[in-house]
């Protein structure tokens, strides 16, 4: 059975950073791409950004891009999302989430999920 687990979460003023992790924990880590995805309350779950299981090929949303980066350390089964510039508007429970070998935008393609971190920007 897979499970994620996410740390690095909390609060920071506006244009600060944190460094968000998420271990993967039960299966081998190399097969699965992996996600970070946000969600605020009442609201969708957004993609963020995925890396592929060789960490060759990343994904961004628009909103994050050149501001976040998704990498991963197979040797720990660990995946980090640096997340620098933050903004109040990246304020939102975020998630880490894993699927088997190809890259997926859309939350329903992901099979196993973390229990999410609270990312809180403040302006």
């Known amino acids: 059975q897979v499970q994620l687990v996410e740390s690095g979460g909390g609060v920071v003023e506006a244009g600060g950073s944190l460094r968000l992790s998420c271990a993967l924990n039960g299966r081998t880590f190399v097969g699965y791409f992996m996600g970070w995805f946000r969600q605020a309350s009442g609201k969708e779950r957004q993609f963020v950004a995925g890396?592929?299981?060789?960490?060759?090929?990343?994904l961004y949303a628009d909103s994050v891009k050149g501001r976040f980066t998704i990498s991963r350390d197979n040797a720990r089964n660990t995946v980090y999302l640096q997340m620098n510039g933050l903004k109040p508007e990246d304020t939102d429970v975020y998630y880490c989430?894993?699927?088997?070998?190809?890259?997926?935008?859309?939350?329903?393609?992901?099979?196993?999920w973390g229990q999410g971190t609270q990312v809180t920007v403040s302006s």
């Open positions: 989430a894993a699927r088997q070998l190809w890259a997926a935008q859309t939350a329903a393609a992901y099979n196993y």
């Open positions: 890396i592929d299981f060789s960490g060759v090929t990343t």
